[in-house]
């Protein structure tokens, strides 16, 4: 997990240790204030990158607010924030960590999500990373991505952390719709069964998913009816026929630009 910054505030936080206190965090990133911004023009929605300090912690965090989202004629509107916000929570859930720790506060310029900031060579993308000691990781986000439903992984949205080299996912702005979306360039395990560790975690998600479970209970209030149930019936599709999937023949499997 990332690390803080602590005692040296003027220092920003680079991702890198583990065991961080991750509740102190997500109160620094849910409660502490917002320094400054600096905007970040590239993509379709404002985005920001910002200070947040709650003493003696800092941290820098990528903040998306709501209004600043465009339009899209397949994802209800004002609906991205939530989105990126659940996508941290199933992964937490799966414990499989590759979401920056996220969460939903008001900010600047009003409602919006707040995540980490991952210290990353922006030059590098997936189509990097394909490399046999990553493949345990890069399987992991294949499946997340079919679990999510993922309409828009992207090259550029697989980071490596510059301190610990580990990977992280970002961007899951467009994903959890009802209808089949995924869309990602994740395809060298096509074919290949989920090794079990994978099946296991899906398992526990499931379990986690039944109605009435604290968690089911969370995503309720942030996802539709239909988008819940969809996200029980793809963990369900998973573990019923444990292989990562093939790209579909008569569909636009990978997005545009692929990075």
Not at 114 to 124: I, K, T, W, Y
Not at 143 to 163: C, E, I, P, Q, S
């Amino acid at each position: 997990m990332p690390s803080l910054t602590k005692n040296n505030p003027s220092a920003p936080t680079n991702g890198a240790a583990q065991g961080i206190d991750l509740p102190g965090l997500l109160d620094l990133l849910a409660h502490g204030s917002i320094r400054g911004r600096q905007d970040i023009p590239w993509g379709s929605n404002y985005t920001f990158l910002v200070q947040i300090e709650k003493a003696p912690l800092r941290a820098l965090a990528i903040y998306k607010p709501q209004r600043g989202e465009a339009p899209l004629s397949d994802f209800r509107a004002g609906t991205l924030c939530y989105r990126e916000y659940v996508a941290y929570l199933v992964s937490a859930a799966l414990d499989w960590w590759l979401v920056p720790p996220t969460v939903l506060r008001d900010g600047p310029h009003g409602l919006g999500m707040a995540q980490l900031f991952v210290d990353a060579d922006p030059n590098e993308t997936y189509f990097d990373l394909r490399d046999d000691q990553f493949d345990e990781q890069l399987m992991r986000m294949a499946a997340f991505d079919v679990l999510t439903n993922n309409a828009d992984r992207k090259g550029g949205h697989v980071l490596r952390d510059r301190g610990s080299n580990r990977l992280w996912a970002i961007d899951h702005g467009l994903t959890f719709h009802t209808e089949y979306k995924l869309r990602t360039v994740i395809w060298d395990f096509a074919g290949q069964p989920l090794p079990a560790g994978i099946v296991s975690d899906c398992g526990h998600l499931l379990s986690h998913l039944q109605k009435g479970e604290p968690l089911s209970a969370e995503l309720g209030k942030l996802m539709s009816p239909g988008e819940l149930n969809a996200l029980r019936r793809r963990t369900e599709a998973l573990l019923a026929h444990p292989v990562f999937p093939s790209q579909h023949p008569s569909y636009r499997n990978i997005p545009w630009p692929p990075v």
